[in-house]
């Protein structure tokens, strides 16, 4: 059978759900995708598993343990993956595409405000009351990922050593999750076993569906086989889809250029955002603020707030790093047009690698499953991460609660420490009142950022005012 014939073939769905019915069902889930990963997995599963009846429990779990596995944001590839198993390429594209679809939009439009209307004192306390919020909400993070990850006393000793090693002695974040890889890696081919208890995904949803019972079945898709051919010639497209335009700049307009160095760092980035959204945030943050200084500590936190409270990948916050640098270094091009095209520029060469790694090794996902020395990796190097996001919350902690820093140095260490007569009395109290409600009270994370941001908004108004 030819190639053609064989996709005309798999356009007819023989599960029974037809491309304009899945592509209704993507963009409400996108929709929906509030709350960081945890939040849009949940999502997925609760309309994708449990009420549309797709694809069943093991599946769903199987799909996400690979997508674990990857660099990137683990919820749009899982979108990908459903997407494509339902509907083939076109599927996977249109799923992962609508899922970044409305963050992007929307980080866009608060970015144009952000730059325009920034100095208004109803703007500023609303950024002001978002940072306070972000930081308790990143520490949240650290311990609902700590749970998970550090199940003995091995993995709590990785992630101790992965805070030390990238907070006082500035290793970085790609070194820490190669290492942590490594040695994972290694101990879980050697069958030690705090290595092989680590990793996976438990129990998603409440209601569990058996894949017998799923519109998909427990059969594997004729599509969905392994297919060498098939898998290299999809990834020489994404690939070139992805480098091509970076060489194009890099001719064209240099390495010094900022969007050639915004290209090269941020798919950088995409290679090894293992870990989830927080980790890799550590990273660009330091980088964005230290090294590039595209961006501030507090214009980075102000990013965050408007990634959290928008749907889409919590990752999606790079695209206002990007935005912002373009904006200070426009070149020959107006401002506001320079920002706008480095804020899709950030987007495309983050996002782009995430249907590449789901075209191309999706099929093979059985045999990685099934690869326990593979699982003892990331088992690694999630107790890994706890350390980096810990190093993340620490680092935010001093910016937003605290307006001046001294550089300390100390047995070969060097770290930023706090003047504590400079404390942000407003911050502190806001931070507090954030705690108190998403700890002591259980409240979700959109209700505390939204009571924040107008905490916030009052606040400066009083002061305006007073």
């Known amino acids: 059978?030819?190639?053609?014939?064989?996709?005309?073939?798999?356009?007819?769905?023989?599960?029974?759900?037809?491309?304009?019915?899945?592509?209704?069902?993507?963009?409400?889930?996108?929709?929906?995708?509030?709350?960081?990963?945890?939040?849009?997995?949940?999502?997925?599963?609760?309309?994708?598993?449990?009420?549309?009846?797709?694809?069943?429990?093991?599946r769903f779990l199987q799909a996400l343990n690979y997508c674990t596995l990857l660099p990137g944001p683990e919820a749009q590839q899982l979108a990908i993956y459903i997407g494509w198993l339902m509907h083939k390429t076109r599927g996977g594209l249109f799923a992962g595409t609508l899922f970044v679809l409305p963050g992007l939009l929307a980080i866009?439009?608060?970015?144009?405000?952000?730059?325009?209307?920034?100095?208004?004192?109803?703007v500023e306390g609303l950024f002001f009351g978002l940072k306070a919020a972000v930081l308790v909400i990143v520490i949240e993070a650290v311990l609902r990922v700590g749970r998970r990850a550090l199940k003995n006393t091995v993995m709590v000793a990785l992630a101790a050593v992965s805070f030390i090693a990238i907070f006082f002695y500035d290793v970085p974040f790609p070194i820490i999750v190669l290492g942590a890889g490594v040695i994972g890696y290694v101990a879980g081919s050697a069958g030690m076993q705090p290595f092989l208890s680590a990793g996976g995904h438990g129990k998603v949803g409440d209601k569990q569906v058996a894949d017998r019972d799923s519109l998909l079945g427990e059969e594997t898709p004729e599509h969905a086989r392994p297919n060498l051919r098939w898998s290299?010639?999809?990834?020489?497209?994404?690939?070139?889809?992805?480098?091509?335009?970076?060489?194009?700049?890099?001719?064209?307009?240099?390495?010094?250029?900022?969007?050639?160095?915004?290209?090269?760092?941020?798919?950088?980035?995409?290679?090894?955002?293992?870990?989830?959204?927080?980790?890799?945030?550590?990273?660009?943050?330091?980088?964005?603020?230290e090294n590039y200084h595209w961006v501030t500590a507090g214009e980075m936190l102000d990013g965050l707030g408007m990634a959290e409270t928008t749907p889409g990948p919590l990752i999606m916050v790079?695209?206002?790093?990007?935005?912002?640098?373009?904006?200070?270094?426009?070149?020959?091009?107006?401002?506001?047009?320079?920002?706008t095209l480095g804020g899709v520029l950030t987007t495309w060469v983050t996002f782009v690698p995430c249907f590449l790694w789901i075209f191309f090794g999706a099929p093979f996902v059985e045999a990685l499953r099934a690869n326990k020395a593979l699982g003892a990796a990331l088992g690694a190097i999630t107790a890994a991460v706890v350390g980096v996001i810990l190093n993340l919350a620490v680092w935010f902690a001093l910016h937003v609660l605290f307006a001046k820093l001294v550089p300390v140095t100390l047995l070969g260490a060097s770290f930023s420490a706090p003047i504590l007569s400079s404390i942000d009395i407003p911050s502190a109290v806001l931070a507090a009142a954030a705690t108190v409600a998403i700890f002591r009270f259980k409240l979700g994370m959109i209700p505390v950022l939204l009571a924040s941001a107008l905490a916030g908004m009052a606040y400066y108004l009083a002061m305006g005012s007073a």
């Open 1 to 58: 059978m030819s190639d053609i014939a064989a996709t005309k073939m798999h356009d007819e769905p023989s599960h029974g759900v037809s491309f304009g019915e899945a592509m209704k069902v993507w963009a409400r889930v996108a929709a929906l995708s509030f709350g960081g990963p945890a939040g849009q997995i949940a999502v997925m599963h609760r309309i994708i598993v449990e009420e549309k009846k797709w694809i069943g429990e093991n």
């Open 108 to 122: 866009m439009a608060l970015s144009w405000i952000y730059v325009l209307l920034g100095r208004l004192t109803i």
């Open 232 to 289: 290299l010639s999809i990834a020489a497209v994404f690939l070139a889809l992805w480098l091509v335009p970076i060489a194009v700049l890099y001719l064209t307009l240099g390495g010094d250029n900022v969007f050639t160095k915004i290209a090269v760092f941020f798919s950088k980035m995409a290679i090894v955002t293992f870990g989830g959204a927080y980790a890799v945030l550590a990273y660009v943050a330091q980088q964005a603020v």
């Open 318 to 339: 790079t695209q206002f790093v990007g935005f912002l640098g373009a904006w200070r270094e426009p070149g020959g091009l107006p401002p506001l047009l320079a920002a």
